[in-house]
């Protein structure tokens, strides 16, 4: 008799321990209790072809790595390399790092600018210095603020502009018309010495709406992918 008492307490335990087993697991990956028992065998044939129980079985676990992935991405710390690290070897530019061929392109004329006075009339007393036409402020980063004409690029454009980099459409001007770009410099002397007045081809990565915010801007700029590639466009007190 006590034979048989234990032996039904062993029984209950281990089907408790199935049942905890499988209610954790569907917690995690959704797949159902009784999909699991009737695939392997041990409980009535389930109402989907056994190759169709696999199919979903295996998608629902692709499904949940995919979703480990995302987490792990997520929790990942920015990869900037700084000047004070270790670096194997120096990181492309952006010019050799990715196929630009594949994008449309134009050919512009590109001159440069400041929020300053020189540029723009407004010393920074005024109410609106450094702030362009789509109401961001002015930003020298791994995606710039440049001025163009909306007819032929759009406010929120995104453009590759080589030697300068990224420009994100948002900002006007008079003498800016046609196949015309400014682009964002801080001063007056990063002008002359990184740009002046140029002819260039510019690649359009993405095409406006019209719009842009500070927050579309930000997140451009915080893009994990291309912060390797971020100190070759912001001044070395910013990295």
Known sequence: MNHIKAWTRRFAMAILFVLALTTTFQSISGVEAKMLISYSGLGQE???????VHTFFAHKLKTVGLKLKEIRHAIRPQS???????????????EDAIDWSKYKKKTVTATGYTAGYESTGKDQNHPAYGITYSGVKVKRDLFSTVAAD?????????L??????????????????????DLYFETVDDVFKEWGKRTVDVF????????????????????????????????????
Do not use: C, W
Not at 46 to 52: D, F, M, N, R
Not at 81 to 89: G, K, L, P, R
């Open 80 to 94: 900037l390399i700084s000047s004070s690290e270790a670096v194997a070897a120096t990181p492309p530019k952006l």
């Open 204 to 239: 359009i990565v993405k095409v406006g709406n019209g719009k842009l915010n500070e927050q579309e801007l930000t997140v451009m700029n915080e893009t994990e992918s291309l912060q390797v590639f971020r100190q070759q466009y912001i001044k070395s007190e910013k990295k």
């Open 150 to 158: 909306p007819k032929i690029f759009p406010i929120g454009t995104v």
């Open 46 to 52: 389930a109402p989907l072809h056994e190759k169709s």
């Open 160 to 181: 590759f502009i080589p030697d300068y980099g990224y420009g994100v459409v948002a900002d006007t001007g008079s003498a800016i018309k046609g196949h015309k770009l």
